[in-house]
């Protein structure tokens, strides 16, 4: 009997090493050479235009089959709000009253705050930036609307190939890529921090890192498109971006190198930490050290003194934000008196939503979700190099930075912190609202007194 399974247990054997053979030699021939060495088939874009056409089809036979039985689409933009003019809370309350009350506190006052309070919970300007960015029309993912593949069979259809394709194909690809790129990095930068301090431990170093990134990139199925390249981050610079997702780091390393800054951490994050600080001056803090704003102050200072090293990356947001608008630039960066380089990224959520909602989902699970996506498309934008001017204090120059970056990305521009998607709404806004109501009372008590 062991004599007959013996030669099909040696044929299963020999065609799974024959399977892997090939798997891996097409993906060092199609994507890892290429990515090592800068240049590309445009297979991604082909990829991408094709997805494009059997996006409208989709569109077409969900719009069509939506008539057939006589259903409404569902419009994210309309909700049936009426947008009002902002008037000054002495109006408001004067209108509430209809001009005929004392003008002094009256019960009916605090109605006002709780019409304000419930305008601010339906049209809220700041949480609805930390949930995913609706889509007019159905990109083929359960996720983006479970409803859309139940209009029609085909359809149906359809979205059960792109099941099999993404999971079945695309996602044991792009894991393959992802560690790939992520035990070169490690391997690479450890071996490269052998070597001596010099022009050629910097120079294998760069080119270590651009490597890694652009097979983590490939690993992702990203599809980026770079404009303004004359105004790239310099040495002895601050690079400041917009926040999308933690991708944001491989979008923007893919195409230059920088200087990363953040926390340790452990596990194997801290093991690819302490691989790339061997081979660049990476600026990693310990989790005490990060609350001390005079340290980290000095650490950004002394780095960017010195040209020969890397151009800072750092996010100022300080959060993830869904890619419709900028939030508030946290001032630190811009407090150093060095050349800062804006750069705008946005996103094409058509393909795939880029961005991670930290509360919601853990990074194992969002990076599924990226794999398992059609493609990262975004586009990235190089603006001209700002600095800060005579008189322009650390707050002035980081909101100058941040409406560059939006106009750019054709992102919303907004002043709230992004801080506010965890912490509850901090004092002094709700002592600014106190204070404009007292002097409400006391200039209409002034008033009444000259009267």
Known sequence: MESYLFPFDSLICMLLGISFTVWFTLLLVFIIVPAILGVSFGIRRLYMNSLIKLFEWATLRMERGAREKNQHLYKPYSNGIIAKEPASLEQEIQEMRRGGAEPEFDMS???????????SIVDDEVTKRFTAE????????????????????????????????????LLPLRVTLAFTGVGLLVVQSSIVGLFPNGRMKNYLSDKVHLMCYRICVRALTAIITYHDSENKPKNGGICVANHTSPIDVIILASDGCYAMVGQVHGGLMGVIQRAMVKAC??????????????????????????????PILIFPEGTCINNTSVMMFKKGSFEIGCTVYPVAIKYDPRFGDAFWNSSKFGMVNYLLHMMSSWAIVCSVWYLPPMSRMEGEDAVQFANRVKAAIARKGGLAD??????????????????????????????SSEDRSRS
Do not use: M
């Open 109 to 119: 006052d605090i109605f006002n705050f709780c019409r304000r309070g419930v305008e």
């Open 134 to 169: 609706e889509l007019e029309s159905w990109n083929l993912l359960t996720r983006s609307n479970y409803n859309f593949h139940h209009i029609s069979t085909r359809l149906t259809a359809l979205w059960g190939v792109g099941v099999l394709i993404r999971y079945g194909f």
């Open 281 to 310: 001056p990476h600026i990693w803090f310990e989790r005490s050290e990060v609350k001390d704003r005079h340290l980290v102050a000095k650490r950004l200072s002394d780095h960017v003194a010195d040209k020969s090293k890397l």
């Open 414 to 443: 907004l002043l709230w912190d992004g801080g506010l998607k965890r912490g509850k709404v901090k004092e002094v806004f709700k002592e600014e609202q106190q204070k404009l109501y007292s002097k409400v009372l006391v200039g």
